[in-house]
T-cell receptor, first 112, second 114 residues
């Protein structure tokens, strides 16, 4: 069974600063996909970024980038130039087949 | 808006009530999902439907009964729930055909069982 671990229940960052959220996972699969989802107070889960395991290049989406270390089974999210609207719960997720497995989430607060 | 609509937004029910949660997707997707989100726990996959057929039931108690009449609509029928069933219930949809298709989520139904 796949497991996803987010070891930081809460984090905070000053506006315009950079913050990194950590995620590790455990799997015996070789082909899979990793995602970061954001859940603001509106409760709607929004995809932030995704990474295919077969790609060595780290995914980047504007201010969001990942550090994917396949051997270490690590998938961290870096948010640059943090904005107040980035305040949300962030979930790391692993997908193999039809099952998407989530971590417990990290509550990120961006302070003005 | 992600194209996935859930109603109602909030629901309070007693343990003897029968209620239904509704989900509708306007994205032309062929797969729909129910997830349960409890406080301080990871999202738990409950059910998966692919082309209206249930392809996964993640050991969910029978007091939760899903229904998928077509690829655009998904229901979760609730009866004789327990207080520990109080949670946010999220619906999602995707276009299946590979494994990198992202899930589009609704805003959820916040359920309180008294």
């Amino acid at each position: 069974a796949q497991t996803v671990t987010q070891s930081q229940p809460e984090m905070s960052v000053q506006e315009a600063e950079t913050v990194t959220l950590s995620c590790t996972y455990d799997t015996s699969e070789n082909n899979y996909y990793l995602f970061w989802y954001k859940q603001p107070p509106s409760r709607q889960m929004i995809l932030v970024i995704r990474q295919e395991a077969y790609k060595q290049q780290n995914a980047t989406e504007n201010r969001f980038s990942v550090n994917f270390q396949k051997a270490a089974k690590s998938f961290s999210l870096k948010i640059s130039d943090s904005q107040l609207g980035d305040t949300a719960m962030y979930f790391c997720a692993f997908r193999s087949g039809s099952r998407l497995t989530f971590g417990e989430g990290t509550q990120l607060t961006v302070n003005p | 808006e992600t194209g996935v609509t859930q109603t109602p937004r909030h629901l309070v029910m007693g343990m003897t009530n029968k209620k239904s949660l509704k989900c509708e997707q306007h994205l032309g997707h062929n797969a729909m999902y129910w997830y349960k989100q409890s406080a301080k726990k990871p999202l738990e996959l409950m059910f998966v439907y692919n082309f209206k057929e249930q392809t996964e039931n993640n050991s969910v108690p029978s007091r939760f009964s899903p229904e998928c009449p077509n690829s655009s609509h998904l229901f979760l029928h609730l009866h004789t729930l327990q207080p520990e069933d109080s949670a946010l219930y999220l619906c999602a949809s995707s276009q299946e055909g590979g494994t990198n298709e992202k899930l589009f989520f609704g805003s959820g139904t916040q359920l309180s069982v008294l």
